[in-house]
C-alpha cells in the first residue's frame, strides 16, 4: 500500500534506520493527495492511475529480475498489464478467459521466435509470475470501475460505487502499513519469518489491528459497504489479513532474487511495488467480499 512502510517490521522493506523520515511521509502525503484528486475527478482519472500504478510497478519487477539475470519479455509483460487493467473495466469478469488466452499464447510464441534459446522456460516463468502477480490482482481495480459504472447506470446512481470499495481497499492497505511501520519500530523485538527476516511479530499484528480499526471505522461511513456492522467488520478484517501477506509475498520475492527494493522512483520508499504489494493482496479480497452484500449485482 502507498503508505509511509511497508507493514509489519523493523524496516519495512527499506531499513528504517537509514530512511529520511521527512521526505518518506512527505512523497506518502502526496501518494494521498494524488489518488484522492483521482477519486473526486471520477472514473476515468481513477482508472488512468490505476493503470499507470500497475504499470510502473511491472516496469520495476520486470528490470530487477533482468538485473539479476533473467530475461523476461518485458515489452509482452508490459502490454499484458494494460489489457488486464483495460479488459475487465470494459467487460467485467467475462474479459479474464480471452485476455489470459491471448498472454499465455503470445507469451509462448515470444519464446519461441522472438527471444528463443537457453533458459526459455524460466524466462517464460518469470515473466508470467510477473503479469499474474501483478496485472491479475491489480486488475481488480479495473474491475471494480468497471462494474461499479454499470450499477451506477442501471440504479440512476450520480457516482461510480466502484469508486467507494476501491477507496475502502486503500484505507485497509495504506492504515496496514503505516500502523505496522511504527509500531514495528517502537516495539518491535520478536523476528516474523526467514522470508523477511527484519519485520518483527509485533509489527505484523499491528499493522493487522490498525488496518482493521480504521477500515471499520472509515468504512462506516462509505457507501455502500457501511449499511451494516457486521458487513463493514468482516471487509475490514479480511483486508487486513490479506495486506500484511501481500506483503511478505514481496518481501520473499525480492530476498530470492537478493535485491532491497524493486525500484527508487519514490523517495524514502523504494518503488511503487515495494508500496503497493500489500494493495495487490487487498484488492481481490475485498471484491470478493463484496459479492455477497449485493453491490455488483447488476
Known sequence: GPGAGSGGGRDS????????????????????VLGLVCFALGTIPTMILATLVVGVAGFEYFSAV?????????????LALVGLMVGPALFGLAA??????????????WFLLVSPGE??????????????????????AGLFLGLGDVVADRNGFDSNPGIGVLIAAVIAAVSHDIGGFFIGRQIGRTPLSEASPNKTQEGFAGGIIASLVVT??????????????VETFVFALLCAIAAPIGDLSESFVKRDLGIKDMGSVLPGHGGVLDRFD?????????????????????
Request: proline share 7%; glycine share 14%.
Open 278 to 298: 500489500s494493495m495487490l493482496f487487498v484488492l481481490p479480497v475485498a471484491y470478493l467480499v463484496t459479492i455477497p452484500l449485493g453491490i455488483w449485482s447488476v
Open 119 to 140: 533458459g526459455s522456460v524460466p524466462n517464460l516463468g518469470i515473466t508470467l509470475l510477473g503479469i499474474i502477480w501483478i496485472g491479475v490482482l491489480g486488475s481488480f
Open 96 to 109: 479474464y478467459p480471452a485476455v489470459l488466452a491471448i498472454i499465455a499464447r503470445g507469451a509462448m510464441i
Open 13 to 32: 522493506g527499506s531499513s528504517s534506520g537509514d530512511r529520511n523520515m521527512p521526505v518518506a511521509v512527505g512523497v506518502g502525503v502526496g501518494l494521498v
Open 216 to 229: 471499520f471505522i472509515v468504512v462506516s461511513f462509505i457507501s455502500p459497504i457501511g449499511d451494516s456492522i
Open 66 to 78: 533482468r538485473e539479476v539475470g533473467y530475461n523476461p519479455a518485458t515489452l509482452l509483460g508490459l
